[in-house]
């Protein structure tokens, strides 16, 4: 049965990469060079192949073609200009009159750098806000990109495996939500997420240094008590369980030092935030 489902998807995706040759949408998806030239069919279909690579065939089953090739062209117009270190959203219900392709739901579009967290941080945004989620589409897209952020090239290199010096992993990631046409929750949702997406970066790019934070307190932790009503098996416990927090057992979101202050209240140290407290209050 599953073999019968996964022909059907490579079917149906080669009758979306023959769109491109004639296509409704408008625009072409990318050549694989750096040139102007309108992609082959081969192109596409390797393409579309990367991006629907870890989608269920159950996922496409009965979707026309247009609106397949659509999905993935307007996710690539998204990931065209993305400046380094900064991530691109897009939430519409598209149309053929507008689109040149259709959905059933609304459709959220993120691209950014891949690091940990991203799928699971936007759907549980999504289902905060009580969004119903009926499709996720992830795939992990290698790229170049020049200084400005200009998406120059799509290779064919496989996530994980070595990447020139130049390129890097990105994840471009396509949601379908209850079907939304008031612009005004449209352009909220995109606010939230972009939101959600910041913290996720500082997060991770600050994960080391709050680990870090972590094993030197541990470190630091007095060897005797210093107050009367501790004990130094509380103390020994309070520095095994920071060091057991740091071996991968809990994640890190934010970290901030602060001074305690005569009237018994506690004052942010400027510079010290990390991850979602990176910034000063």
């Known amino acids: 049965m599953q073999t019968k489902l996964d022909e059907a998807k490579a079917e149906l995706l080669e009758r979306a990469a023959r769109v491109a040759e004639n296509s409704p949408v408008g625009g072409h998806l990318p050549t694989g060079t750096t040139d102007e030239s309108t992609p082959d069919r081969d192109t596409v279909l390797a393409f579309l192949q990367r991006y629907y690579l870890h989608t269920a065939p159950e996922d496409l089953n009965g979707r026309d073609p247009v609106d397949i090739f659509g999905a993935a062209l307007s996710h690539y117009r998204l990931a ?11 939430v519409h219900t598209p149309t053929v009159e507008e689109n040149g392709w259709t959905c059933s ?21 999504l ?9 996720v589409i992830h795939p992990q897209i290698v790229v170049r ?17 070595e990447l020139p010096h130049d390129a890097h992993t990105e994840s471009w990631i396509h949601v379908e939500i209850d079907r939304e046409t008031d612009r005004d929750d449209l352009k909220q949702i995109t606010a939230d997420l972009l939101r959600v997406l910041s913290d996720v970066r ?11 934070a972590a094993l030197r307190m541990a470190d630091e932790l007095p060897k005797e008590p210093v107050a009367t009503d501790l004990r130094e098996q509380d103390i020994e416990e309070a520095r095994e369980l920071l060091r057991w927090l740091s ?9 901030r030092e602060y001074q305690l202050r005569e009237d018994d209240s506690l004052a942010a140290v400027p510079g010290t935030g990390l991850g979602i407290l990176r910034s000063d209050p």
């Open 80 to 90: 065209e200009n993305r400046p380094q270190g900064t991530a691109n959203v897009r």
């Open 105 to 125: 739901h609304s459709v959220v579009e993120v691209v950014t750098d891949d690091m940990p967290f991203l799928v699971d941080s936007v759907t549980n945004e």
């Open 127 to 135: 289902t905060r806000q009580g969004r119903g989620i009926h499709v």
């Open 145 to 161: 990109r020049d200084v400005t952020g200009k998406l120059i090239e799509v290779l064919s290199v496989q996530p994980g495996g």
């Open 202 to 212: 500082e997060t991770v790019e600050d994960w080391d240094k709050m680990r870090d």
């Open 247 to 255: 071996a991968d057992h809990f994640t890190f979101l934010g970290y």
